[in-house]
């Protein structure tokens, strides 16, 4: 193969032909016979022009890396010596997830020369981030805050789609894109449950509770049709100021305009949609849930996943424990 010329000096990455036609090819593979969402599919490929960029560069075919190139290269997400930003130990494991997925199809396609290198190099140790859960009554304040009219063109429409947005959120884990991909069938009034469609387009039922469900019905009946005059015509639960779904951007916005509404004071981390997720697991736990029975509401893949939520819980109990007990008190 021919080297490119390299990143230009906005960082814009320039590939040769033939990794060109690795990089859709393998992007295909994980579209069609993973069924990865289009999320996933665009931090793989913006993973990947890096790592195939930087392979162009040194004039190396991807099918001939071996196992100590990689490590190199490892090293230069970590410090930005190819020319891009410096990445976190969590976004070098993210990257090199995306680099092991492309040599194994490579090698299981039978283009590799060197078998699978990736095999022979290990995963940056990532330390452990526990996630900042909201007290039961800060969830209040920033659904009673989301539900407030505001001023303008369609405000009051605009607050009962934020509440019941931020209600779903809550009431039943979901993720945001989860949310906004949400179409009026997938809302079952009579069984009080929602299909959820998850990461690789998994398919999940989940019980939904009555504060959820009366927000969306206010929202549904006197909200949504509102927001939909504006538009041509879509199945899409939440919906924009043009009638269009609702996009992530514009949903991250409601959650933060609500937290600041809401006054919340100094927390840990700054709220996001995800933390609602984070509040709802941790309150099941709390309230008794076994850990299997929100790995399933979560769709959470594997328990251990859902078992980082049983570690926030625990810590809230050794802190209860520590304050109340008297044999559990420092210098005791």
Known sequence: MT????????????????????????????????????????????????????????????????????TDWVQTLRTGSDGGSALSASSVARALAAVRGLHSFLDAERVSTTGDPSRLVPTPSIPSRLPHPLSIDQVEALLTAAGSPGTGRDSAERALRDRALLELLYGIGARISEAIGLDLDDVDRDQRCVTLRGKGDKHRIVPVGRYALEALDAYLTRGRPALAAH??????????????????????????????????????????????????????????????????????????????????????????????????????
């Open 231 to 332: 538009g041509a015509g879509t199945a899409a639960i939440f919906l924009g100021s043009r009638g269009t779904r609702l996009t992530r951007q514009a949903a991250w916005q409601v959650v933060q305009r609500a937290a600041e509404d809401a006054e919340l004071g100094e927390l840990p981390t700054p709220i996001s949609p995800h933390t609602l997720r984070h509040s709802y697991a941790t309150h099941l736990l709390h309230g008794g849930a076994d850990v299997r029975s929100v790995q399933e509401l979560l769709g959470h893949a594997s328990v251990t996943t859902t078992q980082l939520y049983t570690q926030v819980t625990v810590d809230s109990l050794r802190e209860t424990h520590a304050g109340a007990h008297p044999r559990a008190r420092r210098g005791a």
């Open 3 to 70: 080297p490119s010329s390299g990143p230009s000096s906005s960082g814009e990455q320039t590939l040769r032909p033939g990794d060109t036609r690795i990089l859709e090819q393998y992007l295909s593979h994980l579209r069609i016979e993973r069924g990865l969402s289009q999320n996933t599919l665009s931090a793989y490929r913006r993973d990947l022009e890096r790592y195939l960029a930087e392979l162009a560069r040194e004039d190396v075919d991807p099918a001939d890396v071996d196992p100590q190139r990689l």
